[in-house]
């Protein structure tokens, strides 16, 4: 190295000559004092990193959890989830990364780092109930009960639960107290109205027959819709569910058959029952009966008069399959996912 020359800098060579440059080009002297310079900044940054780190580890007022606090993250209900002052995840049960709130160490939704934050400016546990986004398609949705409160000076416990499907069975059933609030309110009302134009055609005994005819008509829609009421209250209470027996499946058939006969024949409609014999299933006979009989039902009522009605038994692998056929209009195929309600 001989030293900077007329502001150009420049290497003396030691040995034989070759084809390299006696002078190197400003250009790459400047490349190379620049990259030296990066490698010592990277250095510097990466060492002033480490020493906040190691500061932080140190302070005595945001000390690690305690042993065995991973352990029982792990066998709690809950999804936990342990966050430091600056809102990284320090521990967390496999549960919160499956619901997908900690994704690659960090806490994905800031609904939560928010309460985090108030939790552990007051000290106070606060409550929620939170509708968080489940992956990347925002129309799906999970319901997380949450509940977060202070572990430390600076760390804070969130403990979560899903609550989804309790949110979607209260949806269902004040759906379903509505829906039976309105199916109950047109026979009650009819035999309101017909009770009245009784009174008033007393003296017209053709008219106090036609009334009476449509009071029993009305009645008996009211005790129907009662008695499905009762069924699905029934069917909602696991207590009522009896240990399964061997069921004969074509006696079963046969009895939801005789129960909707009557109805079959003042429609004009011929009920056909098929199947084959020696057919065996565990289950609850009642039940069994109420579901198939419910399936002719509604065949019978949805059909046109001088039509068939068929209702087949057979087996099908190790299973037993019964169908119920009919002639009627049928189902729209946007309804058709609605089957399986309450």
Same mark, same amino acid.
């Given at each position: 190295w001989r030293g900077w020359s007329g502001g150009r800098c420049s290497w003396t060579k030691r040995g034989p000559p070759g084809p390299y440059p006696d002078v190197v080009d400003p250009v790459l002297a400047a490349i190379l004092g620049g990259a030296v310079g990066l490698v010592i900044g990277a250095v510097a940054v990466l060492a002033t990193r480490w020493s906040e780190r190691s500061?932080?580890?140190?302070?005595?007022?945001?000390?690690?959890?305690?042993?065995?606090?991973?352990?029982? =993250?792990?066998? +709690?209900?809950?999804? #936990?989830?342990?966050?430091? !002052?600056?809102?990284?995840?320090?521990?967390?049960?496999?549960?919160?990364?499956?619901?997908?709130l900690v994704r690659h160490g960090e806490l994905v939704h800031h609904e939560l780092r928010h309460i985090a934050r108030q939790v552990r400016r007051d000290g106070l546990i606060r409550e929620a109930e939170l509708d968080l986004p489940r992956g990347p398609n925002a129309q799906a949705s999970t319901v997380m009960r949450v509940r977060v409160a202070p572990i430390a000076v600076s760390q804070v416990l969130i403990l979560a /639960?899903?609550?989804?499907? #309790?949110?979607?069975?209260?949806?269902?059933?004040?759906?379903?107290?509505?829906?039976?609030?309105?199916? +109950?309110?047109?026979?009650?009302?009819?035999?309101?109205?017909? @009770? /009245? !134009?009784? =009174?008033? @055609?007393?003296?017209?005994?053709?008219?106090?027959?036609?009334?009476?005819?449509?009071? =029993?008509?009305?009645?008996?829609r009211l005790t129907r819709l009662v008695k499905e009421?009762?069924?699905?209250?029934?069917?909602?209470?696991?207590?009522?569910?009896?240990?399964?027996?061997?069921?004969?499946?074509?006696?079963? #058939?046969?009895?939801?058959?005789?129960?909707?006969?009557?109805? #079959? *024949? !003042?429609?004009?409609?011929?009920?056909?029952l098929v199947g084959e014999e020696g057919l065996r299933v565990f289950?609850? !006979? /009642?039940?069994?009966?109420?579901?198939?009989?419910?399936?002719?039902?509604?065949?019978?009522?949805?059909?046109?008069?001088?039509?068939?009605?068929?209702?087949?038994?057979?087996?099908?692998?190790?299973?037993? *399959?019964?169908?119920?056929?009919?002639?009627? *209009?049928?189902?729209e195929a946007e309804h058709l996912p609605r089957l399986t309600e309450r």
């Amino acid at each position: 190295w001989r030293g900077w020359s007329g502001g150009r800098c420049s290497w003396t060579k030691r040995g034989p000559p070759g084809p390299y440059p006696d002078v190197v080009d400003p250009v790459l002297a400047a490349i190379l004092g620049g990259a030296v310079g990066l490698v010592i900044g990277a250095v510097a940054v990466l060492a002033t990193r480490w020493s906040e780190r190691s500061t932080a580890a140190a302070d005595p007022f945001d000390p690690p959890l305690p042993r065995g606090v991973g352990d029982v =993250l792990s066998v +709690l209900k809950s999804i #936990a989830v342990v966050l430091d !002052a600056s809102d990284a995840v320090v521990n967390t049960s496999a549960s919160a990364v499956s619901y997908g709130l900690v994704r690659h160490g960090e806490l994905v939704h800031h609904e939560l780092r928010h309460i985090a934050r108030q939790v552990r400016r007051d000290g106070l546990i606060r409550e929620a109930e939170l509708d968080l986004p489940r992956g990347p398609n925002a129309q799906a949705s999970t319901v997380m009960r949450v509940r977060v409160a202070p572990i430390a000076v600076s760390q804070v416990l969130i403990l979560a /639960e899903d609550h989804t499907q #309790a949110r979607r069975v209260e949806e269902v059933r004040r759906d379903f107290v509505a829906n039976v609030s309105h199916e +109950l309110k047109t026979p009650v009302g009819g035999i309101s109205l017909l @009770a /009245e !134009a009784v =009174l008033d @055609a007393r003296d017209d005994p053709d008219a106090v027959e036609r009334f009476a005819e449509r009071i =029993l008509v009305e009645s008996a829609r009211l005790t129907r819709l009662v008695k499905e009421i009762v069924d699905l209250s029934r069917l909602q209470v696991a207590d009522t569910l009896h240990e399964p027996v061997i069921v004969d499946v074509r006696a079963v #058939a046969a009895e939801a058959v005789d129960r909707v006969r009557v109805a #079959a *024949e !003042a429609h004009g409609i011929q009920l056909t029952l098929v199947g084959e014999e020696g057919l065996r299933v565990f289950g609850d !006979a /009642e039940l069994l009966t109420t579901a198939i009989a419910n399936l002719v039902t509604n065949a019978v009522n949805y059909s046109g008069s001088g039509t068939y009605v068929g209702i087949g038994a057979r087996r099908h692998g190790d299973s037993i *399959e019964v169908s119920v056929t009919d002639q009627g *209009e049928g189902i729209e195929a946007e309804h058709l996912p609605r089957l399986t309600e309450r």
